[in-house]
């Protein structure tokens, strides 16, 4: 299969835009879409099932991700909101700011942008993380 493991993103992959394809335009998937290749232009799930998104390794997405199920081992250059589950491998690079619910993010993983709870937006504001005092 497709999907690498994880317990949290659905395993069913019904589209790929494959390496060495180029999209210039947005793509609006429903159930499942790996991307290997490049896609300059947004990303979004449609339809009431969750869907999930596979950014491989060699992909790249220059746009707006809006996915429930985000799984990133690739180069996204743009914001990623994902509803339910976002899992940041190994050579994920992300530029541009994160809303997650739950999130899972690898060694090696960079985020160049703001994580952000999506239950902090719920309550207006996000939490800001204070040091410790020393005595």
Not at 4 to 29: M, P, W, Y
Request: with cysteine.
């Amino acid at each position: 299969m497709f999907l690498n493991k994880s317990s949290n993103a659905q395993g069913r992959i019904d589209s790929l835009i494959g390496a060495g394809t180029k999209i210039e335009g947005n793509v609006t998937f429903s159930g499942g879409l790996r991307v290997d290749g490049e896609v300059k232009g947004n990303v979004r799930a449609t339809g009431e099932q969750l869907s999930t998104l596979v950014v491989s390794e060699q992909a790249c997405i220059e746009g707006e991700i809006s996915v429930a199920h985000v799984v990133i081992n690739g180069a996204v250059i743009g914001p990623v909101f994902s509803s339910e589950f976002l899992e940041l491998q190994s050579h994920a690079r992300v530029t541009g700011d994160v809303q997650y619910n739950t999130i899972e993010i690898h060694l090696g993983a960079v985020v160049q942008g703001r994580l952000v709870h999506q239950g902090a937006l719920t309550m207006g504001k996000a939490k800001e993380l204070k040091l410790a005092s020393s005595n």
